[in-house]
């Protein structure tokens, strides 16, 4: 197998942090959206409350995927990015291109 060049850590810590940022924005954006959901009919208070709970789903996938980044900026910041935590080989390119936050190399996340 062809060994692909590997992108540069700094640019790999741009695009977490961007995604970061934007994570950062919808969570903002519905907790707003929940915080203005105090209609006093019974009928569409009930169809708010579906859609709350859809928002509130969105919302703990949302901080699921911040706490991965935070933890894969600290790897990057401790230099061990790029490095399955379990065996301590390289995850692969194509991993880190899907995952970018992931602490396991393919093998190990299996």
Same mark, same amino acid.
């Given at each position: 197998?062809?060994?692909? /060049?590997?992108?540069?850590?700094?640019?790999?810590?741009?695009?977490?942090?961007?995604?970061?940022?934007?994570? $950062?924005?919808?969570?903002?954006?519905?907790?707003?959206?929940? @915080?203005?959901?105090?209609?006093?009919?019974?009928?569409?208070? /009930?169809?708010?409350?579906?859609?709350?709970?859809?928002?509130?789903?969105?919302?703990?996938? $949302?901080?699921?995927?911040?706490?991965?980044?935070?933890?894969?900026?600290?790897?990057? /910041?401790?230099?061990?990015? $790029?490095?399955?935590?379990?065996?301590?080989?390289?995850?692969? @390119? /194509?991993?880190?291109?899907?995952?970018?936050?992931?602490?396991?190399?393919?093998?190990?996340?299996?």
């Amino acid at each position: 197998m062809h060994d692909q /060049a590997r992108k540069p850590i700094s640019a790999r810590k741009a695009a977490l942090e961007q995604r970061l940022k934007e994570l $950062g924005a919808r969570i903002e954006a519905i907790e707003e959206e929940l @915080e203005s959901h105090h209609n006093p009919d019974w009928e569409d208070l /009930a169809t708010e409350r579906e859609g709350d709970e859809v928002l509130e789903a969105t919302g703990q996938v $949302g901080l699921a995927e911040i706490a991965r980044i935070r933890a894969a900026l600290k790897r990057i /910041a401790e230099g061990t990015y $790029g490095t399955c935590a379990r065996c301590g080989e390289p995850i692969e @390119e /194509a991993r880190l291109d899907a995952l970018p936050w992931t602490p396991l190399c393919r093998s190990c996340a299996q």
